[in-house]
Structures are given as structure tokens and as C-alpha cells.
């Protein structure tokens, strides 16, 4: 098991940290502080931020102030920002909806800057495939090694369910059903909550988010993309009750645009295995079922991933196996299986399976913060590339995409592919058909 | 609840008993003598056995023998059989790639009986909706009251699913999900298993079958048919290994044209509800749920059916309910719902709905025998409409389709529906389409 090793970051590296530069980090709100910047502070010897860029320099100072960013500078504007030789990577966390009138300029700008190797975008990346797309091919120009935050891949569990599927722990895949329950976006939106969320095109819905990051999840443990697919996407709930901080009624009603149910089936490009996926919004919630279920049936064994929210990349899990360890598959002897040997069939099984050497397991952390540990894990193998902490013989300098690789970590390219997958799902639905899907992950 | 009270079919009736004759009872072996037969042996004040068919004149009269049939006459063509003025019912348990021919001849011939007044055949009907029309309509005109074997319409579980729903106390419903696991169609086969379920176009396949029976189940408690839908069809076990009797594969291989994996998804007509549904054969089964779950979400409250099968018509169920009780509803009092009367909201929670108030409860016969269990409360109600036990004033002397009713019983109307469904998922799967279903619950 030469992947998946223990991340070696622990140890101080030799060079100087990676100097980040921040859009999006505030000291007040926001998701970078909950997340980014406590992996940074954890990988202080990795990563330092050397700058911060908001319109409104008082916000950044004053985050640099109450952070004590002794290393920080606060910029106003993007080209002053991006042309600082003083950021080796760039960490973009905002609304989706102005990645792309943020990266354009921010792309074109950093071209002054010799030392910027590192592009960090939250998922989505865009609004759209195509914008995605045009950020994709401007940041791959400029030579820049990207990452995507798609940091459910780095979830212990999911990892570890890769692992058992790779190593042949489960057979072969027979069948995947999952079910999501996507928590907003149901009959009730809380006062406080950024009306943005609920409209359509702003790059964060049921599809884009839910379904997004947990489909690359599955991708990435099957190491498969999709052959077909067919979608139907609903929005039965176009209207949502405002509720107060204490859950009661204010008697506004708002508009939603967003989808609040999604019915998704496809096939596996590799062994052509059925997927049945629906993610729902809305509560009540589900009552006799986890409000995330991933089930993968194989041919020697099945795996169970439960979670309490349809959000995979953020959510503690559990997750179970059911098989028989791969070192323990009794010696299959189909010569034999005529007929004269049948006290030794009989031990093994009619399939080579000996049903007394089935085992279960259920790993969980009980305390696992899923929310900023696997944003952690993506800075650390980061890092690991940055530093080669792992000492991995002619390691790259670059890499275009993760694919289904344990090392590493997702790209701007894993982003498109999963735009496009997303853009397909809203197109199969449109046209109602079932769509080729099998081409999506060739280059642009 | 003047519905589903209980069947009077014990008080014994003042008129004769409904004269059957029967194609397809046999005392060696079959469905009809597991289930058909103790069920007419049961209702023997309702029911009497007066005629068998079958060519084999010497296998008829070994039956009436065994059996004790006193009253049966055997018969060894179909126009002598079809014919005789002796028979009020006529009931078919036969292979379906037989119907069809057994059907058009038996229903010509039995023009010169003129008591014959019920046709009850086993579902699947036939072998393809054209042959389902077809047979529809020559009984039709011929002007019997028909029956099919959906029988799983009888069944507590459903039953009492239905009345919940119906009786709101589950609110609207939300969404849908269902998996189901078909047994028989996976990687082995066993060597006494008939060859013709493993082939395509007999009438017998996890489409027609296991799918075919569970939907028409879903609908029946929702009360609606789909608007839409879309398929994907697999056969990914091409071949099946041969296993004896102790489990031991032969050595030997043959070919399986059948399904063994659906993806279904769809539409409900009735609230634009999203149903996910996926059918798996093959073995191992499933390890962390059972082989048939269908989970029904409401607005109020949650419904899920659970069997060891996945074949629902013919298993005991477990149902489980949790929601607030229809009586419980506190009364919705949106007017006051502007913030002035923030205690009362409190008390009934934000959407009227009171958790405190929240129960729930599980249904279980534990000794139920659904194989047979059922067919006998399908006859039951047939007797309950042709004695009219339950003392229905005007009750019709005959219905075209029992629709989704709780009284009356499901008829070749009913099948020739479901024929289009199951024919709609072959289509969709070879189109590769959503198609539009919305009026396939028209008249032919």
C-alpha cells in the first residue's frame, strides 16, 4: 500500500512555505475561516499568507489584524494582488457566481507574477460548463498547477471504501444505489440564509453541489466515469416559507428557482454497472433512512457509506463492509468442480466464497470534524506535492488532473469533467433522453 | 372506513357456490396447487372445483383423485372444456408464453357456456402488450368480469399503506424511493430451475415480474399512475453458472437472455412526484438493507415497506409509519401567522406540525404467509363481489378495472395498463428516451 500512506507534512520542510494568497478569507463570516485558514494554521510550517485581497481594504486589514497575519499584505485591487511576486498560490473561496469575473482578470494580471505556481478554487468553478471551461484553459496557459476543492476525495472514509473496491475486497461491482437528502432546499428558507442559494444559475444547487461532489465521490471510489445517464430534475417547491431563527413562520413566502429533487441513473463505463441516484430537498426528513446512503453491491462482498446529510464531502460518515478479506479468497479449483470433489466445493462454495469467512467491519471517527478535516487533508496533500514529502522517485512538477489516483488531489480539470457530468444531467432532463456521457473526460 | 372492513366471506352464502374450472392445477406440482388450491379448499361454501383441463387426460384425473375433487369433471380439449355450462370461472395458471394461445381459442370456444361469467388469469397476462390488447378485448366482448393475479393488492401491508396515505397522514408526498432484489436472475442458476424464466419474451423476467408486480403496487397505494419515465435495462450475466441441488456449480454454463438489473425512474401524474427505482438480481444479496425497500416521504410523515424479497406480491412485509396521527393535526392557523402569536407557533412548530406529537408504529403479521395469503384474499374478494357479502347497495354486476379502489380486485384492465408500462420500460431502455406515459390508462 504504497498510496494513502500517512501524509509526512509533519516534518518541517526544508524550503521556505508555500506564501498564499487569499480572496475570500474574512475574519467576520464566510466558509474560508471555518475551513482554509485553520488547515493553514495547522500547516504553518506549509503555508503562510503573504496577502489578502478584498475591494474593501478595511475588511482585509482588519482580518489581518484579528488573525495576526504578521506576513500579510492587504491589496484592493486584483492587479495589484495578483502581480505581487510575493504569492506562490493563489486560494480563491466566494460566491460562485463571480469566479469568473474574478479568475479572467486575476489569470491575465498574474502573468507579472514569476512565482505564482498554485490556483485553489472552491467547487463549483463556474456557473456554467462553458465559463468553466474558458477558466480552465486560461489557468492551464498560464502553467499554473491547479486544485479544486472537490476535498470529499480526501475523506478517510471514502478513501478507505477506494481502497477496499481497488484491492478486489468487494468482487466485482454489481450494482450502486444512492440516496441524498440535500437539506435546504425544502418547504422552508431560513430569514438569514443568502437568497443567492435558491436561485438558479449561481453555481450552488441540489445538482451542482449535493449531487456534484458526492458523484465525483462515487467516480473516484469505482474508478469510473459514466457511459449514460438520464436525469429528472424538479422543482416542486417553487415557492419556500421564510422562517425566523426560532423556526417560526414570518408570514413571507420567496421564490425558489432551484431544483429541490433530482432522479439521476447511469452506467459505469467500466463493467457497465447500474447506478440509481435521487437526491431530495426538503424536510421533514428522512425518518427510517440516513439522509445519505451510498450502497455498492459486488460480486464478493458490499460497502455502505451512511452519513447525516446529503453533503458527502463535509459529513462525518460511517461506513461498512460486508466480504471476505482479499488474502483469505480460498484457492478457486474449477478443474476440480465436476462433480468427484464435492466435500471440497463444499467447503469453499459454490462460488469459491466461504460464507463462514464472511466478515463485517464499520470504521467511523467519532469525532472526525469531516467539515474542515477534509479541507485539512486537501492542504496536506498539497503540500506532499509541494514538498515531495512522501519522496516519491521523479515526482512531476505538474500534473493536469487526479483522475482516479489515491495521490495527489483534484484539479481544474476533475472540475470540468464534473461540470460537464452536471451540465448533462441538466440537459437530460431539458431534452428527455438519456445521454452518451462516455467522452466527457477528454481534454478541451 | 367503509373500504377494506373486513370480508364476510364466512357466512355461508344462500346461492351455490362459484363452479370453477381450472387450467393449470395439477397435485404433482406448480403455483396453483401451493396457492389457487388451498385457497378454493378454504372458501369451499364460495368456491367448488368442477371441471380441469388438460390434454394430458390421465394427469387431470390423477389430480381430481389426489385432490378428492369429487365434483370435477376432467377434460382433455379445450372446446369441451371451454363449453361446458358447468363452469362459472374459469381460472389459468399456465406459463405465460401460453396464454396467448390458450386464451384466444378458450375464450371462442366458451361462447356456448352460458354460465360462464369470470375469467381469472395469472399475471403476467401475456407475453407482449399486443397480445395483452388483444386478449383484453376478445374478453371484453365475450362480456366476462375478469380477474388478474396482481394479487399483492390484497396484501395488509399495502392495504394499510394505502389507508394511510389516502387518509392523509402522511401529508402530500414528497418523493419516492424503491430497490428491489429479483433473486433468481445472477451469476448461478439452479439446475432444476425451469429454462424459459432465464429466457426473453416469455412473459417472465425481472421487468415483467418483480418490477412489473412492485410498481403496480406503488401506484395502487399512491393512487396514481406516471406521467413520465425513463429506463435503462442490463444484462450484465450473459451466462449463468449451473449449481445443483447442495449449492455444487455442474461445470456446465448456459446463456441468460433476461434482465437482471433496472434502472427505472419517473413521475408520479398526481403531485409531479419523483420515484427512484432500481431492480438487482443476482447474489450475493444485499448485505445492509433487504432485498425490497420502497420508502414513501410525505410533507407529514414517512412511510417504508421492507421484505426479504423482491418480489412484494408474494412476501411478508414489514411496514413502518411515523408522522403525526390525521386526528392529531392541529388546526392550521396561518392567519395569525405573522409574528404576533409566536407562542402558539411555537407550540405547533413551523409547519403545524408538532414533533412532540410525532408516533410511530409498525406493522407485522408474524406468521403471515403472503404466497398464499394473498391469492386467498384475492378470491375472497371475488366472492365478496359475487355474493356481495359486504351488502354494497347498487353494487354493479360488473366493473371494467379496479383502477385504485380499495373494494373490487384487479382485472385484465388493470394487467393490459401494467402491459404498457412494462412495455414503456423496454422502450425507454431501447430508445433511449424519457417517454410520456401519461395516457396509457386509456380504454384500447
Request: with cysteine; aromatic share 10%.
Amino acid at each position: 500500500m504504497d498510496y494513502n500512506k500517512r501524509s509526512s507534512v509533519s516534518t518541517v520542510p526544508n524550503t521556505g512555505p508555500i506564501r498564499v494568497g487569499f480572496i475570500g478569507l474574512s475574519s467576520f463570516k464566510g466558509w474560508a475561516i471555518k475551513t482554509h485558514y485553520p488547515a493553514i494554521l495547522q500547516l504553518s510550517s506549509q503555508f503562510q499568507i503573504t496577502a489578502l485581497y478584498n475591494p474593501d481594504i478595511g475588511t482585509a486589514l482588519s482580518t489581518i489584524r484579528t488573525l495576526k497575519l504578521s506576513n500579510a499584505t492587504a491589496y484592493s485591487t486584483l492587479e495589484s494582488f495578483a502581480s505581487s511576486a510575493n504569492v506562490d498560490m493563489i486560494v480563491l473561496s466566494i460566491q460562485v457566481s463571480k469566479n469568473f469575473e474574478t479568475l479572467i482578470p486575476l489569470l491575465e494580471y498574474s502573468k507579472t507574477n514569476p512565482n505564482l505556481k498554485y490556483l485553489f478554487v472552491e467547487w463549483a468553478l463556474a456557473c456554467s460548463v462553458q465559463e468553466a471551461e474558458t477558466i480552465y484553459k486560461m489557468a492551464a496557459e498560464r502553467g499554473l498547477q491547479t486544485i479544486i476543492s472537490l476535498q470529499g476525495r480526501k475523506s478517510p472514509y471514502i478513501l478507505r471504501a477506494k481502497e477496499l473496491i481497488h484491492e478486489g475486497y468487494i468482487g466485482d461491482i454489481n450494482s450502486i444505489e444512492i440516496a441524498g437528502n440535500g437539506g435546504w432546499y425544502g418547504y422552508e428558507r431560513l430569514q438569514k440564509s443568502p437568497s443567492y442559494i435558491y436561485e438558479l444559475g449561481k453555481g450552488v444547487d441540489l445538482v451542482t453541489t449535493a449531487f456534484g461532489h458526492t458523484i465525483d465521490l462515487l467516480q473516484y471510489m469505482t474508478g469510473s466515469y459514466f457511459s449514460r445517464i438520464n436525469s429528472m430534475v424538479f422543482n416542486n417547491i417553487p415557492e419556500q416559507d421564510v422562517i425566523d431563527e426560532h423556526g417560526n413562520r414570518t408570514g413571507q413566502r420567496v421564490s425558489k428557482t432551484v431544483p429541490d429533487h433530482l432522479l439521476f441513473q447511469g452506467t459505469l463505463l467500466n463493467g457497465n454497472v447500474p447506478v440509481s441516484c435521487s437526491f431530495k430537498g426538503g424536510k421533514p426528513t428522512k425518518k427510517f433512512t440516513k439522509n445519505l446512503v451510498i450502497d455498492i453491491h459486488g460480486t464478493k462482498g458490499d460497502l455502505k457509506l451512511e452519513g447525516d446529510a446529503g453533503f458527502a464531502e463535509m459529513s462525518n460518515l460511517v461506513l461498512y463492509y460486508s466480504g471476505i478479506r482479499a488474502n483469505d479468497y480460498p484457492v478457486t479449483n474449477n478443474n476440480n468442480s465436476n462433480g468427484n470433489d464435492s466435500t471440497n466445493n463444499n467447503n469453499n462454495g459454490p462460488n469459491g466464497y466461504d460464507a463462514g469467512k464472511e466478515i463485517m467491519e464499520v470504521y467511523h471517527l467519532r469525532n472526525y470534524n469531516a467539515v474542515n478535516g477534509n479541507i485539512f487533508r486537501l492542504y496536506q496533500s498539497i503540500a506532499d506535492f509541494h514538498f515531495n514529502t512522501k519522496q516519491i522517485p521523479h515526482l512531476p512538477t505538474q500534473f493536469i488532473m487526479q483522475g482516479f489516483e489515491f495521490e495527489g488531489f483534484p484539479t481544474l480539470m476533475d472540475a470540468l469533467i464534473l461540470h460537464r457530468l452536471v451540465d448533462n444531467v441538466y440537459r437530460s432532463n431539458i431534452l428527455g433522453s438519456t445521454l452518451d456521457v462516455s467522452s466527457i473526460c477528454r481534454y478541451p
